[in-house]
T-cell receptor
């Protein structure tokens, strides 16, 4: 099946710094990618929809200036957590649909990024 | 917002038993449903899906049942194995490829 790769898998940063997380579709093109956040022992919460070549669409309650999304190519979306604080510590996961075979069905997920802000 | 302190319900079974994991969904207009398996520290892994015009679909060792009347999904795992231990989420496609995930169930399989 299609592969979505996230990098880094783990990151520890100091409070006040910014962290960039990459999401790549390795063997297919994705015009749309999705970013989720997951707190321990909880479900995945959709943060935003990343659209190639245009602005991201954020879910209600998600600060667009805090979570910057860039989708500059058909294989890469980035999520930047700006001025990170301990409450931003979480597991961030991206997903993508294979543009070439899209039927509105299977989403492929990255392996996730564990962000810890100290 | 998130529910602080929420704990996942847990289903404990013996190896070889059949497991049934249940999920309630919220949007009656959702047309597509998926079950995912998530192991610790990893992203969700696709298990099986079903469209709203079906009420049952079978895969290898897994079966998904859909009851649209009561907006309920279930995942049945036959002959559960220790490798099946994980957290299982249902998800509904609410439109435009956006998935809404259920709360999840932790499956613990004892040898």
């Amino acid at each position: 099946g299609a592969v979505v790769s996230q990098h880094p898998s783990r990151v520890i940063c100091k409070s006040g710094t910014s962290v960039k997380i990459e999401c790549r579709s390795l063997d297919f093109q994705a015009t749309t990618m999705f970013w989720y956040r997951q707190f321990p022992k909880q479900s995945l919460m959709l943060m935003a929809t990343s659209n190639e070549g245009s602005k991201a669409t954020y879910e209600q309650g998600v600060e667009k200036d805090k979570f910057l999304i860039n989708h500059a190519s058909l294989t890469l979306s980035t999520l930047t957590v700006t001025s990170a604080h301990p409450e931003d510590s979480s597991f961030y996961i991206c997903s993508a649909y294979d543009r070439g075979t899209f039927t509105g069905t299977e989403a492929f997920f990255g392996q996730g990024t564990r962000l810890t802000v100290v | 917002g998130e529910s602080v302190g929420l704990h996942l319900p847990t289903l404990s079974v013996q190896e070889g038993d059949n497991s049934i994991i249940n999920c309630a969904y919220s949007n009656s207009a959702s047309d597509y449903f998926i079950w995912y398996k998530q192991e610790s520290g990893k992203g969700p892994q696709f298990i099986i899906d079903i469209r709203s015009n079906m009420d049952k679909r079978q895969g290898q060792r897994v079966t998904v049942l859909l009851n649209k009347t009561v907006k309920h999904l279930s995942l049945q795992i036959a002959a559960t194995q220790p490798g099946d231990s994980a957290v299982y989420f249902c998800a509904e496609n609410t439109g435009f490829q956006k998935l809404v995930f259920g709360t999840g169930t932790r499956l613990l399989v004892s040898p």
